[in-house]
T-cell receptor, first 115, second 114 residues
Framework: NAGVTQTPKFQVLKTGQSMTLQCAQD?????MSWYRQDPGMGLRLIHY???????DQGEVPNGYNVSRSTTEDFPLRLLSAAPSQTSVYFC??????????????FGPGTRLTVT | AQTVTQSQPEMSVQEAETVTLSCTYDTSESDYYLFWYKQPPSRQMILVIRQEAYKQQNATENRFSVNFQKAAKSFSLKISDSQLGDAAMYFC???????????FGKGTKLTVNP
């Protein structure tokens, strides 16, 4: 299994540009999520999904959209990039969607810089 | 809502010695799960250890163990026989029962000195 994969690994955007961060998992996990990591802030939840067709907002959703058309893929869209969105983005997945006890598997992260 | 607090931004330890990283998890729920994740310079997030709140026995994984004091909301990680490869950021995190949403602390940077 490839686990959780993310593309691209690095990206530089200009303010106002849009882009999509890709996330895929091959473990048939129901739950997928996106976090952002900023220096001194830990990881904060942006959006999450408990299954295909179901998404919900996390702690810091503004400026981001998600969709979940398949179990495997959970892309994160930046609609109009802002310098405040400069961060490292992690995608994660876990097997169940309702227990809270499962390990979450993280992708390698995408470092995004908005100038 | 739950909050996770790691009060030590940085810690250091000599190789082969023991170090304890602190975390407090504040929640009104009785059913929850606590985790320690390690993030080495490669940036990859790796699960170190997991504790279920309803279990009185503290979790242990090889050189890693936790001291979970539920009433005090304390969830510390003890690393024994520290190795150079243990150098990393360590994040404490928790979920509420019935939800996979993880809430993270701000992390502790651990340096291991040879």
């Amino acid at each position: 299994n490839a686990g959780v994969t993310q593309t691209p690994k690095f990206q530089v955007l200009k303010t106002g540009q849009s882009m999509t961060l890709q996330c895929a998992q091959d473990m048939n996990h129901e739950y997928m999520s996106w976090y952002r990591q900023d220096p001194g802030m830990g990881l904060r939840l942006i959006h999450y999904s408990v299954g295909a067709g179901i998404t919900d907002q996390g702690e810091v959703p503004n400026g981001y959209n998600v969709s979940r058309s398949t179990t495997e893929d959970f892309p994160l869209r930046l609609l109009s990039a802002a310098p405040s969105q400069t961060s490292v983005y992690f995608c994660a997945s876990s097997y169940t969607r309702t227990s809270g006890r499962e390990e979450q598997y993280f992708g390698p992260g995408t470092r995004l810089t908005v100038t | 809502a739950q909050t996770v607090t790691q009060s030590q931004p940085e810690m250091s330890v000599q190789e082969a010695e023991t170090v304890t990283l602190s975390c407090t998890y504040d929640t009104s729920e009785s059913d929850y799960y606590l985790f320690w994740y390690k993030q080495p310079p490669s940036r990859q997030m790796i699960l170190v250890i997991r504790q279920e709140a309803y279990k009185q026995q503290n979790a242990t994984e090889n050189r890693f163990s936790v001291n979970f004091q539920k009433a005090a909301k304390s969830f510390s990680l003890k690393i024994s026989d520290s190795q150079l490869g243990d150098a990393a950021m360590y994040f404490c995190a928790g979920t509420q029962g019935g939800s996979e949403k993880l809430v993270f602390g701000k992390g502790t940077k651990l340096t291991v000195n040879p």
